[in-house]
């Protein structure tokens, strides 16, 4: 249970993380509109920009490297082995990263209307994302087999994917 709980507070963190994503987003989008009308002196503040929303995302990650590192419990030695390969990894999982942030970002600025063909074709990048990670995920474990063993590897998994669910669960609730 120990770990359940760690995840949970981390998740947490993360979640106001991604929620602040979101709200930079929507904050892009709202300011967008108001530079259309007349802005007073008081409205006047800094768009968010893409530099924003990649340094919300890279606390993210730091956040998910304590988490993990929080529940792996590694020897020094295995953590040393360990952390080259996990940063590997997470460099490959952000690039799939951007693509869903892509979407969503897409998502909000079109205030969800989209066409036929939007929707269709954002479903497939969805998929695509989801079927990428998982292929991601397959392309590691033999790589993270050879610096931990098959019970701390799965327990990477396993804390690496409840994560990533309870990330996904709260962006995707917080979307209109």
């Known amino acids: 249970m120990p770990v359940i709980r760690t995840i949970r507070c981390a998740v947490s963190s993360i979640s106001l993380a991604m929620l602040l994503v979101y709200a930079v987003v929507v904050g ?11 802005i007073s002196s008081d409205q006047k503040d800094r768009p968010i920009s ?9 606390n993210l ?8 590192a929080a529940n792996m419990k590694l020897t020094d030695a295995e953590a040393e ?8 990894y997470v460099s490959e999982l952000v690039k799939n990263n951007s693509t869903k942030y892509e979407l ?4 909000v600025q079109q205030q969800g209307k989209l066409t036929d063909s939007q929707a269709e074709a954002a479903v497939n990048q969805w998929i695509q994302v989801d079927e990428s990670v998982a292929q991601l995920r397959m392309k590691y474990v033999p790589l993270f087999r ?6 701390n590897t799965a327990l990477f998994y396993q804390v690496d994917r409840r994560i990533q669910l309870m990330i996904d669960l709260q962006l995707a609730s917080a979307l209109p």
């Open 28 to 38: 892009a989008q709202d300011q967008a509109i108001k530079s259309d009308t007349q």
């Open 50 to 58: 893409d530099e924003d929303i990649q340094m919300l995302r890279k």
């Open 61 to 68: 990650r730091s956040e998910r490297k304590q988490v993990i």
């Open 81 to 88: 082995r360990f952390w080259p390969v996990y940063d590997q």
């Open 104 to 107: 969503i970002k897409q998502y």
């Open 146 to 151: 050879k610096v931990l063993s098959a019970k």
